[in-house]
Every structure is written in structure tokens, then in C-alpha cells.
């Protein structure tokens, strides 16, 4: 496997408290600039994967391989982490027949609770709606269930809470860190074309508000 480049661009080095990661799947790099552009450069570094990975799931017999590029990929982002970044945001972007929503995954139930109580709108003094992001807690056991609609993600609730859990395919060292607080964003958009201005807005306000929720249990 060739080394995959990381590099930033456009940000200041690492003087803000958030790194957004931008382009894991080469597919969704686009939107993840998109979304960076509408974000202030003061409360963000951009780390944007030069040769991401395909977002297409490979056959059974390829399965294995892609994993371990997957681990490796986020081992090279450890790489990049500073002690300046108190929190990551992991940008990523799938699709949803109806309005924008999101996925906003993380290990501390904090976050989840904080999130999904605040207003997340696509357009300024618009009116918001919460309903359109879920809190997904990342956890270190496979979930019981997992349902078609959403792989590795269990359809009942984790113990003690409401929240949907998920083992994720990456290193502990980067879901689970004591560092900076890990935060998965997955945006999911009604069509293909992924670079509109109100999806980028909605992907600015959602990671805008994970970000917030952080910097609140990291103060």
C-alpha cells in the first residue's frame, strides 16, 4: 500500500482548537472543502486527505484488505493531531431521500445530549429543526442489533441512555482518546449534487454545533 499524503491547506498551523478532517473518502472531499469554507479559519485547521479511500464498500473477499487501510489511514491522521486540537471533527457525507440530516457520533454521551438539543438550521433566523440530527454513541463492544438501515449501528438503546451505538472500523487510539474528544459528522443529503451552498451551510451549522457542544465538557 502507498503512503496516503495528509496536509493542510489554506489554516493557519495548528493554532485552532478544532482540526476538521476532511476527504477519508476521496468521493466526499468536495463537500468537506465546501463545509470548510463556510467555517471561521480562527476556531478551525483543515486536514484535507490529498488520496482518500473509495466510500465504496468492498466484496467479502477485499473486506479484510480495506480495513487495514482504513486503520492505517486514521493511524496517519493521529500524526497530525496536536495538543493545540481539543476535539477532532471527522467530516464525512451520504444520502437521504428526504431533507439534510446528520449523524453526529461520539463516545461521550455529553456531546450526544448536548447536540441534539441544539438548533441546527441550513440557513440563518431559519427555523430549525432538531430533529434532523442524531447523537450515535461510538462504544468498544459490537452492538446486538444491526439493522439494514444503518450497518453497525444497534436499533435499541445503549444501557443507561437513548442513543443508537456503534463500534467503529478505526483505531481506539482516535474514537476513544484522552487527548482531544472525537467527534464522527456524517451529513446525509437528498441528492447527488453535493456542493450546493444551503447542504454546505447545513454541514457548517452541524459541525459548527459539535464543536460548540465540545468546547463546552473540554473547558
Known amino acids: 500500500m502507498g503512503v496516503l499524503t495528509l496536509f493542510k491547506g489554506g489554516r493557519d498551523q495548528a493554532r485552532a482548537p478544532a482540526l476538521l478532517v476532511v476527504g477519508v473518502h476521496r468521493e466526499e472531499r468536495a463537500f468537506g472543502e465546501a463545509v470548510a469554507a463556510q467555517l471561521p479559519a480562527a476556531d478551525f485547521d483543515l486536514l484535507r486527505i490529498e488520496q482518500g479511500l473509495s466510500g465504496r464498500r468492498p466484496g467479502p473477499d477485499d473486506l479484510g484488505a480495506y480495513r487495514r487501510r482504513h486503520r492505517a489511514l486514521y493511524a496517519q491522521i493521529l500524526d497530525h493531531i496536536t495538543p493545540a486540537h481539543r476535539m477532532v471533527l471527522d467530516l464525512h457525507t451520504g444520502f437521504d431521500e428526504a431533507d439534510p440530516c446528520a449523524d453526529v457520533l461520539c463516545a461521550d454521551t455529553r456531546l450526544l445530549r448536548c447536540v441534539e438539543q441544539q438548533r441546527v ?99
Open 121 to 219: 438550521s441550513s440557513r440563518p433566523n431559519a427555523s430549525p429543526a432538531t430533529e434532523a440530527v442524531r447523537g450515535v454513541q461510538l462504544v468498544d463492544a459490537e452492538p446486538a442489533v444491526r439493522p439494514a438501515a444503518m450497518e453497525g449501528v444497534a436499533a435499541g438503546p445503549e444501557p443507561g441512555g437513548h442513543w443508537p451505538s456503534l463500534k467503529p472500523d478505526i483505531p481506539q487510539a482516535v474514537w476513544c482518546a484522552e487527548g482531544f474528544l472525537y467527534v464522527g459528522i456524517e451529513i446525509y443529503l437528498p441528492t447527488t449534487s453535493q456542493d450546493t451552498l444551503a447542504h454546505a451551510r447545513f454541514g457548517a451549522a452541524v459541525v459548527s454545533t459539535a464543536a460548540e457542544c465540545a468546547g463546552r465538557y473540554l473547558a
